[in-house]
């Protein structure tokens, strides 16, 4: 009888984590692109995204990669804008705040950490940097190139989309063979 307990909770445990989790595994190459191996891990850190979402989460993931690196590459620093970012976004709000915001950003630091097995402050300590540095990077790399003061607004935002587009093309086009997408 004990036997067949085991068996049951072992079974139900299998099909728990079957149906509840992802095919992929953190670890799992998601893109190699310029020599760097991407993974799923890498790519869920930043994009809460499902297996049905992934593909598009993997894209984007790797032109703020692309972006990113041709900033750096360009001698762009943006450790101070992350500093400053960091300071001003603050960190994990405490348990006597009773918001709508501080509730969702607890709510969303802590279903993410347990994924990454983290603490939900050092988690969205993290991520919060990230995705600073994913912002600041992408600025100032079209900052280069586009001369953001002298538009305006209504009438070239559909001119500057297309030539932020164009430069993401351009890029992907650049580094072509060294993007290997592993998750389409």
Request: hydrophobic residues 40%; aromatic residues 10%.
């Amino acid at each position: 009888m004990q036997k067949l307990i085991y068996i049951t909770i072992l079974a139900s445990l299998v099909f728990i984590a079957g149906c509840s989790g992802s095919q992929y595994d953190l670890d799992d190459p998601a893109a190699v692109v310029k020599g760097e191996e991407i993974t799923v891990g890498d790519v869920l850190f930043v994009y809460n995204a499902d297996d049905d979402e992934l593909p598009g989460a993997v894209d984007a993931y790797v032109t703020e990669y692309l972006i990113m690196q041709e900033a750096q590459n360009m001698g762009i620093d943006v450790s101070e804008e992350v500093e400053m970012h960091g300071q001003f976004l603050g960190g994990y709000p405490s348990e006597d705040v009773d918001t709508d915001q501080a509730n969702q950003i607890r709510q969303f630091a802590e279903s993410r950490a347990e994924l990454f097995d983290m603490e939900p402050e050092t988690f969205l300590e993290e991520y919060t940097r990230k995705r600073a540095e994913v912002s600041a990077y992408s600025n100032a790399f079209f900052e280069e190139h586009v001369d953001f003061e002298e538009l305006d607004a209504d009438e070239d935002i559909e001119e500057v989309d297309a030539t932020i587009q164009q430069m993401i093309n351009d890029l992907y086009e650049e580094y072509e063979d060294e993007i290997d997408v592993h998750i389409e």
